[in-house]
């Protein structure tokens, strides 16, 4: 989720660009760049680090041009660099573009570019996109860039220039925001409404597919099939704080409500044909390194430690390999014992986790091969574990993990799926199944949002109480210790999570009439067992807040409140459990009146041990 802008009119577009890159900053700060049209050429500066190094960069001397394109980099393709910085240009530096998304088939397309004589100078995706307007280019940018969007596969939201068409820019978007904002003699490019808002509230939202050729004066939007649409701008009435929010209230809603889109580009290059293949060549795994696995260890913290708590149950019955889940605190003083043959899985939102980076490196040290899922290229984990699976869930701002969390779950799976393929580990026919159900996930996953108020309205309950319950078996329960966590950390309520067999060793003493309790029961192969636990707790004056599958309504006799899960496998329900339980400690620190986005005593990466 890098962030663009652009710029075109009378006046001096650098200061434009650079304030706009300032309210994009939480989309990226990897690297920052500028491109401006001057007289003798597009003048390209950019830098590693974020916009205050791009300023330091370009010191007292601004450079001048009234037309041009700035990029925040969150880094996918090659690591945060100057040399991977946005803008890019082609081989000449007449042609330059800003892109944020991925191009899927940027390796084959870079390799029949140096075919064609052209000279990389990054290792990003994008240039490739910038060589490619090249290539088509007879004279016309438009159409090269219309031409270019033919050969190109993935998301984008991108913005194009060419100093020999000095009075236009070009942009155009998939699956990635793009909108422009209409000046007077001027017009304004962003990837959202908080760089635009403080210039004009009349706005063109770019939509899938659409090309935008914008000159100081004008702006023409094309359809795929490049015919010119009458569009009419709208009048955007948010205030500017909202605006960078995506109009929400916290980053934490804004980021819970961009799973779907977050699963979407996890997804992306890696699970196709309606999820019938699978594909992680990225990790470059030999045949026999997969044959000779026979033991796998997770290792994370906090909610990355719960992904993989689930990662575990999912290997166990899918590889039918065991699997050891450790927090890496602990994994760090125990001596653990590993063997040439375990796999070492680490996961890390932030990469940089100190914890986890030690528990890595341990891993390292004794000669295990170690492969890390995180969500920042370039962190330290990435660097040093052997193979990378990215989870693609752009920047998380909210100290609360909730997009990462899920993505992480989703990388699990493929990584599972794809295990289970080269091992042979299940028929192909249910490999498919498995692969089909989890490409439907991000649909369900809206529509669980869309019904947050149902959420809103449990939260109304629970907000009172200072202590709670969360109970689960199997799967549910790893997705209860995650629920409680989330709870815990922005509503400051006391949550403990339980296996639901265990309550009745002793926890069950603590509940009393009215106590809040969360219970899990999606999991239809345990569901009477569950019920017997839901029992247990009613019979104590309990009052139960219960998730389960749409399906399962002999339970709602049972129960004190009760929310619909759409049915799928038992093995996917903690994608779509989890996303209510992050609504829900939401909801509820709202009405306590939480800090959310920054609860106390609390930083988003902990670089201390
Ligand atoms: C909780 C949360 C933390 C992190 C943990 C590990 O919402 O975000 O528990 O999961 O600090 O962080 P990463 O994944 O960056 O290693």
Redesign the pocket.
């Known amino acids: 989720m890098s962030g663009i802008v652009g710029y075109i009119g009378k006046r001096q577009a650098y200061p434009l660009l650079l304030a706009g890159l300032q309210k994009l900053e939480y989309r990226g700060y990897d690297s920052a760049g500028i491109a401006l049209q001057g007289a003798d050429g597009i003048n390209i500066i950019k830098t590693k680090g974020k916009v205050a190094d791009l300023q330091k960069e370009v010191g007292a001397n601004l450079p001048v041009g009234n037309a041009g394109c700035g990029h925040l980099r969150w880094a996918t393709h090659g690591p945060p660099s100057k040399a991977n910085a946005h803008p890019h240009s082609a081989c000449s530096d007449d042609f330059v573009i800003v892109h944020n998304g991925i191009i899927e088939n940027y390796l084959p397309l870079r390799g029949w570019l140096a075919g064609e004589g052209h000279r990389f100078a990054s290792e990003t995706d994008t240039e490739v996109l910038a060589h490619l307007i090249e290539h088509y280019y007879r004279g016309d940018l438009l159409q090269s860039v219309q031409e270019a969007l033919q050969k190109i596969t993935g998301s984008f939201a991108f913005i194009a220039a060419c100093h020999k068409e000095k009075d236009r820019l070009i942009c155009a978007r998939r699956d990635t925001p793009l909108m422009i904002g209409l000046g007077e003699a001027e017009n304004f490019i962003s990837s959202d409404l908080a760089a635009l808002l403080h210039h004009t509230r009349k706005i063109h939202i770019l939509e899938n597919e659409e090309t935008a050729l914008i000159t100081s004066s004008a702006v023409k939007i094309y359809n795929s099939e490049c015919t010119v649409m009458q569009k009419r701008a709208q009048e955007i009435t948010w205030d500017v704080t909202s605006a960078e929010k995506g109009g929400y209230k916290h980053f934490m809603l804004k980021e819970i409500m961009e799973q779907p889109q977050a699963l979407r580009e996890t997804m992306r290059g890696r699970l196709s044909d309606g999820g019938q293949k699978i594909n992680l060549a990225e990790l470059n795994f030999k045949a026999q390194e997969i044959e000779n696995i026979s033991k796998i260890f997770i290792i994370?913290?906090?909610?990355?430690y719960h992904a993989g708590l689930v990662g575990k149950y999912l290997m166990e019955k899918i590889l039918r390999l065991p699997v050891e889940v450790d927090v890496a605190s602990e994994f760090r003083y125990r001596d653990p014992l590993l063997c040439a043959k375990t796999l070492v899985i680490v996961?890390?939102?932030?990469g940089?986790?100190a914890d986890?980076l030690a528990a890595l490196r341990l891993a390292r040290e004794r000669g295990q091969q170690v492969l890390a899922i995180t969500n920042v290229v370039g962190s330290s984990v990435a660097r040093e574990a052997d193979k990378v699976l990215f989870t693609w869930a752009g920047p998380e701002v909210a100290?609360?993990?909730t997009k990462?969390y899920l993505t992480q779950l989703l990388a699990l799976y493929m990584l599972t799926l794809y295990l289970a393929a080269k091992r042979q580990a299940l028929p192909p026919a249910r490999l498919k199944e498995i692969g089909s159900a989890l490409f439907k996930l991000p649909a369900q996953v809206e529509n669980i949002l869309s019904r947050e108020k149902e959420v809103a309205a449990i939260a109304g309950y629970l907000k009172r109480w200072e202590s709670t319950f969360f109970i689960g078996r199997n799967l549910d329960f790893a997705v209860a210790l995650e629920g409680a966590?989330?709870l815990k950390?922005i509503s400051y309520i006391h949550a403990e999570a339980y296996a639901a067999g265990e309550l009745k060793h002793g926890t069950l003493a603590l509940i009393v009439e009215g106590i809040p309790v969360v219970a899990l029961a999606t999991q239809k192969a345990v569901l009477e067992k569950s019920l017997s636990n839901i029992k247990e707790i009613k019979a104590r004056g309990g009052y139960v807040l219960c998730f389960v599958q749409e399906g399962m309504e002999a339970l709602q006799n049972e129960v004190d409140s009760i929310f619909y899960l759409p049915t799928t496998a038992d093995i996917f329900l903690p994608m779509l459990a989890v996303i209510p339980l992050q609504l829900l400690a939401y909801y509820t620190a709202v009405a306590r009146g939480c800090p959310v986005d920054n609860p106390r005593n609390l930083t988003k990466?902990?670089t201390v041990e």
């Open positions: 994370a913290c906090g909610t990355a996961i890390s939102q932030s940089e986790t986890t100290v609360a993990s990462a966590l989330k950390e990466s902990i």
